[in-house]
DNA sequence: CGGATCGAC
DNA sequence: CTATGTCGATCCG
């Protein structure tokens, strides 16, 4: 098993296609194999400089492997087994507290760009096709997709692939007017849900449901839209004969009905007794399932497209769902663990959300493919890998997931990024960070934000990326203010390549760090304030009409050149310097802006020279301040002589109002944004999970019951405690438990609430085993037991401990339960963490949920009770 | 805090 | 010729 990085590190072919994620291709008859897709890829690719920074990522990863493997293999038993005990104590206080209780379902409509432009141009409804730009694709439709034409592929590429591929461009406007159709049916079902993207969203219908079982059937019948006049719908018992075999959307008729079995018990009356002119007419059971393909339906009537959906009793667990019968279909996980585990079972990690590219080549590296294999490293990974990661993992391999839809909190960063082609002249990369920074500007303004932190991204023509980032005492919102921290940044990068001129083929600036609601409210009157008034009218006029404006004139129909572009922003930036001559930005700025053409070159010397600012409130002038020092000086300006209150941001309010506003479907549409930035968000957007893939399930290695041996090491000057929590989980827990059967292990809480046979059993006749001596204790008296491991920890395997454990002792923020800490020393582990999403599986428990600082400690606290 | 990286869409 | 844009999270130094 240690051998297997020797593969891995082998770089080249196989890297790439461990890059491109070319290893799931979905080869179909009148499309190419996959021989051939990754024969034409490679072809297309090899050579380029986007190849070999692909190379070089890929060796990144692999080092980071090659670290893994060895710190694996100095690992020793005692120390895999000790971490088993620790491992399995979380584990075991998960599973005691999975929610079984709601009904979760993610919606997902197939293939959603391409759809949509299907739906509107029959001429593209039998042929391949695309969204995107010649660069790179959004998404692809199902035929295209038989030439391994993918999302997140530049379509040079993909026209390669399929010659025949058309390609046409995005159109977000029309995409989201669509999306708020579908974002009204689901709404009448969870008006809660929580829309992930245009295309994309999750619902708790577990309250519909219980409403809609008392539903009469009239609430739940629904018209069929016949579009095709002879094309009569088959009614209930007879859809057999239409068959639909095509997984291609729009292949055949876009019929649900023919897709979909309406034979339901119980709901086939629609032949006989509807009204008159009615017969096309379908109603809906009560059920989970029926009420899920109801709102699938209503979907496919309202907009001629289809959605998949997963249903399951956690968010993780119905995204993986929805793809399961994609495109065009639905897939439930009952409320059953022994479903979930069933479930899981064979289900590779990849397919899991928040695993992607590189954890799964991670994890390929030890022997780790599926969601069992998972399960049964734990141990290990508690090691190698960081506490947030490996607890994530062992939520995914218990098929735990997060239980509450729930909007995300506040936006965290802004940003704006453009990828263009090669610009190395600085003057111009300073107008392109201007523009850039100006219209970051703009959107923060409409959400009325101010941050504190500038970061700006450049990526060179070798594809090489790199962030820098600075952060200043006072906030930043408008175009002069970002731009005068922007330009320091880009300046340093300048400078710092020094007689080389950066090539550049993308900048992005980036605002973060806002200000909290109470932060607003003292920080009220900042530099920002002072700017809008000495410029009035400026900033808003600026906010509508003049942004396309310069731009669309100078560059005719397309905006191609950034030469163009830059231009614009520069006349653009002359307007506006009386504004900036107020004094943020240098003062030699003020001065120079006057044509055009000098615009250019004394600002470029003018940011090589040391920055000179003036306070905007006291009109102090110092030499030798930089941003940070000049920042200060200006808070304690702000602060001891007030400025009137009127200055406040006139954007405040609105933004304020717009967060709090749900039953809006405008604003549902991406929670805190308008449109306008909505739809700058979605631009661009590819979908990398659209190439799914059905031939994954196969290496059906069913892992039994084994490793009962339990060897149990503990620190000594702590193992009361973990001594006493472990008693209390034994307690809580009705039969034996081993480490491999914790997935089995009975919980006889309130899971019965969704009664299910095998859920809720209590157990037979009491009796434990050791998790130390390993001997199993025919008692049922829970005291004995105890005292028997309380004896068992304190003698014994104990003593050959010798490095220094902390299990428990001090439980901080950050190390909830308790694995990281004790971890130093025989020299294991501590770097080469891999980061994972957040736990997916959060809300699971009430307890730890509400005492972020401190959960373990919670925990503990109620063990002992 | 700053920088790099991952992952999702 | 030609390989996105935006955002949150995590980890490490």
Not at 453 to 482: H, M, Y
Not at 578 to 585: K, R, Y
Not at 812 to 835: D, E, I, M, V
Request: aromatic share 6%; net charge neutral.
């Amino acid at each position: 098993m240690d051998n297997k990085q020797e593969a891995a590190l082998a770089p080249s072919k196989e890297a790439f296609q461990f890059r491109m994620g070319l290893n799931d291709n979905k080869a179909g008859m009148e499309g190419l194999d996959k021989e051939k897709i990754n024969k034409i890829i490679m072809d297309a690719t090899k050579g380029s400089r986007f190849y070999d920074n692909e190379l070089k990522k890929d060796q990144q990863v692999n080092q980071r492997i090659e670290k893994l493997m060895q710190q694996k293999s100095q690992l020793t038993d005692q120390q895999i087994k000790k971490a088993q005990i620790q491992v399995d104590r979380l584990a075991l206080e998960l599973e005691r507290n999975r929610d079984l209780s709601r009904i979760i379902v993610h919606v997902d409509m197939d293939a959603f760009y391409a759809a949509v432009e299907m739906r509107d141009s029959p001429e593209l409804k039998d042929k391949p096709m695309a969204v995107g730009s010649n660069s790179m694709l959004s998404t692809s439709n199902y035929l295209a997709r038989r030439f391994g034409v993918r999302a997140a592929m530049p379509g040079f590429i993909a026209k390669k692939l399929c010659p025949t591929l058309k390609i046409v461009p995005p159109n977000f406007d029309k995409y989201r007017a669509v999306s708020s159709e579908v974002r009204e049916i689901l709404a009448q079902y969870d008006p809660n849900f929580l829309p992930m993207s245009l295309d994309e969203a999750y619902l708790d219908i577990t309250d519909h449901l219980s409403e809609r079982l008392a539903w009469p059937e009239d609430k739940r019948t629904f018209m069929i839209r016949t579009n095709n006049s002879g094309g009569n719908k088959p009614l209930p018992g007879k859809q057999e004969q239409v068959e639909c075999t095509s997984p291609v959307l729009f292949e055949d008729s876009p019929s649900f009905v023919a897709d979909q079995n309406f034979s339901q018990p119980g709901l086939g009356t629609t032949e006989e007794n509807r009204k008159p002119s009615l017969e096309n007419v379908v109603v809906f059971g009560t059920s989970v399932e029926e009420a899920v393909k109801e709102m699938r339906f209503r979907i496919e009537q309202k907009t001629t497209l289809t959605a998949s959906a997963g249903i399951a009793p956690n968010m993780m667990l119905a995204k993986v769902c929805s793809d399961k019968n994609k495109p065009n279909g639905q897939y439930r996980i009952f409320n059953d663990k022994q479903a979930i585990k069933d479930f899981i079972k064979d289900l590779p990690i990849r397919k899991v959300p928040g695993i992607g590219k590189v954890t799964e080549k991670m994890l390929k590296a030890l022997g780790i493919i599926t969601c069992t294999d998972l399960y049964q490293q734990r141990a290990l990974l508690s090691l190698l890998f960081s506490e947030t990661s490996w607890q994530n993992f062992v939520h995914i391999s218990l098929g735990l997931g997060s239980t509450h839809v729930e909007r995300d909190g506040e936006r965290k960063s802004m940003s704006t990024e453009r990828t263009f082609s090669e610009i190395s002249s600085s003057e111009e990369q300073y107008g392109l960070c201007q523009e850039l920074c100006r219209d970051l500007a703009q959107d923060l303004q409409k959400e009325g934000l101010k941050g504190k932190t500038v970061t700006i991204k450049l990526k060179n023509v070798k594809f090489e990326v790199r962030t820098r980032a600075l952060t200043v005492g006072s906030t930043v919102s408008t175009e002069e203010e970002i731009f005068a921290v922007a330009k320091e940044i880009l300046k340093a990068e300048i400078d710092l390549a020094s007689p080389e001129p950066l090539r550049l083929r993308l900048m992005g600036v980036r605002v973060s760090g806002f200000l909290t609601e109470e932060e607003k409210k003292h920080h009220q009157k900042s530099i920002t304030g002072f700017l809008h008034v000495s410029k009035p009218g400026s900033s808003s006029s600026l906010g509508q009409s003049d942004k396309a404006n310069p731009s669309a004139l100078a560059t005719g129909p397309q905006r191609q050149s950034f030469f163009n572009q830059k231009r614009a922003a520069r006349e653009h930036m002359v307007q506006e310097k009386h504004a900036v001559c107020s004094g943020f930005v240098k003062s030699e700025d003020a001065t120079i802006s006057d044509s055009e053409g000098k615009t250019e070159t004394l600002d470029l010397e003018n940011v090589s020279q040391k920055p000179e600012f003036t306070c905007p409130i006291c009109f102090l002038k110092e030499s030798d301040w930089d941003l940070a020092s000049f920042n200060k000086h200006i808070d304690k300006c702000l602060s001891r002589s007030p400025i009137s209150s009127e200055l406040e941001s006139p954007y405040k309010e609105g933004a304020v109002m717009m967060r709090n506003e749900v039953g809006d479907m405008e604003i549902q549409c991406e929670g805190i944004h308008n449109a306008d930035v909505c739809a700058k968000k979605q631009i661009g957007h590819t979908r990398p999970l659209d190439a799914f893939d059905d031939s994954g399930i196969n290496n059906t290695e069913t892992t039994t019951v084994e490793d009962v041996e339990m060897n149990v090491n503990m620190d000594q000057s702590h193992h009361s405690i973990i001594a006493t929590s472990i008693k209390n989980e034994y307690k809580m827990a009705s039969e034996p438990i081993y480490a491999e059967n914790l997935i089995e292990c009975k919980v006889n809480l309130s899971d019965t609430e969704v009664a299910h046979p095998s859920s809720a059993a209590p157990c037979e006749e009491q009796s434990f085993i050791c998790p130390v001596c390993n001997i199993r204790q025919d008692t049922a008296d829970l005291a004995a037991f105890n005292r028997h491991v309380d004896v068992c920890l304190n003698k014994g395997i104990i003593e050959k401990l010798t490095e220094e454990t902390v299990i428990i002792k001090h439980p901080t923020p950050s190390s909830q339960h308790t694995g990281s800490a004790g971890r130093g020393r025989s020299g294991t582990n501590t770097n080469t963490k891999l980061r994972t999403k957040r736990p997916a599986a959060t809300n699971q428990n009430p307890v730890s949920k509400k005492s972020k600082p401190n959960p373990s400690k919670n925990t503990i606290d109620r063990f002992f009770k």
